[in-house]
């Protein structure tokens, strides 16, 4: 069994996987450098060490993009995509405030291709609460969506609304926006706005994922 990587590797490697992914070749150094935000390239030259020691690359010598996968699933690129954990999102109500880690992610997980395909960018993000228990969302499940401020009646959306974010369904009636819970529970209440809100992404669909205790929540990149 490989070692486990700390958060900074995980992201360094989801990175190249993605990119080799979507370029067939590696990145340098420099792109990675870039990606990460750091100034300095030794530190990645570090990180990247750190991989190869780990069992999760191989650097061969003398070359630019000379950075090679070593997963267990040697195929894993050829049916899945990685997407960056962007943020966690408020379901139950406008209670959960965006932070000022816009672009920041420390997590990703691997889908299948088919469920992003003809899609723009996608990030996923954590549900936060059950107001949308009755479409499978649930508090702690990954929600895939797909970055847009594009949305049609009747779509599940991730919405700003001032500086807080929510996951309902789109309504538009009379020149009112209802951003509509999907629950059973008479606890949780439709939303009714004006046009002070902005739509972040579509979602495409809900992973489960391990129910969470989560307070604070940050914005979609680009909205």
Known sequence: MKQPLTTKQQ???????????????????????????????????????????????????????????RDSNSDIGTW????????????DDLSTFTSDQEHMWDESIDVDRKLVVGKGEV????AVGNSMND?????????????????ENGDRVAAIVGDMVTVKKLEKTKGLIILRPESADPKY????????????GKVI???????????????????
């Open 11 to 69: 992201k360094i490697h989801s990175y190249i996987r993605q990119y080799i992914s979507e370029n067939s070749d590696s990145p340098t150094i420099d792109e990675i450098r870039q990606f990460s935000g750091v100034s300095a390239l030794n530190t990645i030259v570090g990180h990247l060490k750190a991989l190869e020691q780990k069992g999760y690359i191989l650097r061969r010598k003398h070359a630019k993009r000379n950075i090679e996968l």
């Open 80 to 91: 899945s995509v990685t997407i960056p954990v962007m943020a966690s999102v408020g379901c």
């Open 123 to 126: 990030v996923a993000v954590r």
């Open 135 to 151: 479409a499978d969302i649930h508090n702690g499940d990954y929600i895939l969506i797909e970055v847009t401020d594009k949305a």
């Open 189 to 200: 209440k439709p939303i009714f706005l004006s046009e002070d809100f902005k739509i972040a």
């Open 205 to 223: 669909c809900a992973i489960p994922g391990k129910s969470m205790d989560i307070t604070e929540v940050v914005p979609l990149p680009n909205y």
